[in-house]
């Protein structure tokens, strides 16, 4: 069975790996493509600019999400340095627990602001539902709270096991 969840688990990162390269490359292309158009052709797409910045926010939501899966978001360690080594799993159990509930509060609001400016009839890029391309930010969000429960999971088993769990 574990062998099922590690693979789900390289089955799902491939999918961020590929989606991150895949909105990094569609923004260098427009990007570029806006500026061959703007100075030898006088011209580009209109809603070129609204969707390079929807890109970069979708892009830095998806970096965010695939850094808390591999632990390699910014943190400040103080705690770390100054605690016994056995306390170090419980500031980190602790430190996981409190990110996550920032997390969840975070994709509540912006659940709340995406079903306004859904209520609202926000358009981005001429006519669409600006709510479709906002959503991402709640999204986000809860995937990264998610992240953070299963690490505090992980960190939990440790206290309560004495050793680590196998990956």
């Known amino acids: 069975m574990t062998r099922f969840f590690a693979g789900l688990e390289r ?3 491939g999918l961020e790996n590929l989606l991150l390269c895949a ?3 569609v ?3 427009l990007a570029v493509w806006q500026i061959i158009a703007r100075n030898f052709f006088d011209g580009g797409f209109l809603w070129a600019d609204e969707f390079l910045k929807l890109l970069l926010l979708w892009l830095g939501l998806a970096g965010a999400v695939v850094a808390s899966g591999e632990g390699k978001q910014i943190k400040i360690d103080v705690l770390s ?4 080594e056995r306390f170090t799993a419980l500031s980190e159990l602790v430190t996981a627990l409190f990110t996550a509930a920032v997390c969840v509060l975070c994709a509540w609001h912006a659940g709340r602001f995406v079903l306004m ?3 609202f009839g926000s358009t981005l890029l001429g006519n669409l539902p600006a709510w479709i391309f906002q959503a991402a930010i709640p999204l986000a969000f809860g995937l990264i709270a998610v ?3 299963a690490a505090a999971g992980r960190r939990l088993f440790e206290l309560i096991a004495k050793e680590p769990p196998c990956s």
């Open 11 to 13: 089955l799902g990162r």
């Open 23 to 25: 909105l990094l490359l």
């Open 27 to 29: 923004m260098v292309a």
């Open 81 to 84: 340095r100054f605690l016994p």
């Open 117 to 119: 400016e859904r209520d």
């Open 147 to 149: 992240r953070y429960l």
